[in-house]
T-cell receptor, first 113, second 112 residues
């Protein structure tokens, strides 16, 4: 099946620990994204990548890191420097040609206790 | 600073009512505006708008863009309980930068 796969779906971590969320797509999309969503709110852009080995900070990049070593993979690490990491994280991807919509994975719930 | 602002943030209506959701934006290098519906997890695509004044329609939902006044509206007529969701507006940037930013979302609850 073609699509965007995020894992894990649910994750609990202790404060002070780094955690990595996986995002894999087999749609041959150029660009990949990470968004954070807090309950009842919209999506805030963390990082995005247009091409392998390159990525840009979004509006709330502090405390997060990413890599794009392969076109199909864009993992997000939530570091201990992120002050309030408990949230719903959505990965997305799309082609970069004009007029292409963005497609989302099913999301990962991260709870830090 | 680029921003996308949606209003109202939340709305409660009864089945059969008509609702209008608003999205305004202040961005450099605008390319298009997108609307999404989010019920549980992944948002699903509704409309993409690139030109002013051309209405996009799908069933009871319709949307239009005003590039002069920098806003879009999403209309839902004859609402049903299944329309209850978060409605998200996003702006895409030109130049193949890849950047795509969302507003805060409007949470719509439709009561029977």
């Amino acid at each position: 099946d073609g699509g965007i796969t995020q894992s894990p779906k649910y994750l609990f971590r202790k404060e002070g620990q780094n955690v990595t969320l996986s995002c894999e797509q087999n749609l041959n999309h150029d660009a990949m994204y990470w968004y954070r969503q807090d309950p009842g709110q919209g999506l805030r852009l963390i990082y995005y990548s247009q091409i392998v080995n390159d990525f840009q900070k979004g509006d709330i990049a502090e405390g997060y890191s990413v890599s794009r070593e392969k076109k199909e993979s864009f993992p997000l690490t939530v570091t201990s420097a992120q002050k309030n990491p408990t949230a719903f994280y959505l990965c997305a991807s799309r082609f970069l040609d004009s007029g292409n919509t963005i497609y989302f994975g099913e999301g990962s719930w991260l709870t830090v206790v | 600073e680029d921003k996308v602002v949606q209003s109202p943030l939340s709305l409660v209506v009864h089945e059969g009512d008509t609702v209008t959701l608003n999205c305004s934006y202040e961005v450099t290098n605008f390319r298009s505006l997108l609307w999404y519906k989010q019920e549980k997890k992944a948002p699903t695509f509704l409309f993409m708008l690139t030109s002013s004044g051309i209405e996009k329609k799908s069933g009871r939902l319709s949307s239009i863009l005003d590039k002069k006044e920098l806003f879009s509206i999403l209309n839902i007529t004859a609402t049903q309980t299944g329309d209850s969701a978060i409605y998200l507006c996003a702006v895409d940037f030109s130049g193949n930068t890849g950047k795509l930013i969302f507003g805060q979302g409007t949470t719509l609850q439709v009561k029977p």
